[in-house]
């Protein structure tokens, strides 16, 4: 028997939801750009500071540990005799 929300018979997402669901993403987007750009108002600053946390860079991500230079620390170990070296593929 179909699943009557979605019309699948399998429980996933119909294309029609993806559809949906891409359209009110768009309409959600271009309502936050509308309320950004006019810079006041109550939807500006709650979407402004629903923003903050993910849009603004963190201070650990360009400083180092206490806000301090980042530090970069390189350990060079000897080579052994007999060892084999093993190659990378790069990822492609």
């Not at 309409?27 to 849009?55: N, R, S």
């Not at 970069?72 to 007999?82: A, C, D, F, H, M």
């Amino acid at each position: 028997m179909a699943n009557p929300v979605n019309g699948t018979g399998k429980g996933g997402k119909s294309f029609q939801d993806r559809e949906l669901a891409a359209r009110v993403r768009s309409l959600t987007l271009q309502e936050c750009e509308k309320a950004l750009l006019k810079k006041k108002g109550k939807l500006y600053q709650a979407v402004l500071l629903k923003l903050a946390g993910t849009v603004l860079p963190r201070l650990n991500e360009h400083t180092g540990e206490g806000g301090g230079p980042v530090e970069v620390g390189v350990i060079y170990l000897p080579k052994r005799e007999n060892s084999v070296e093993t190659k990378r593929r790069s990822a492609k």
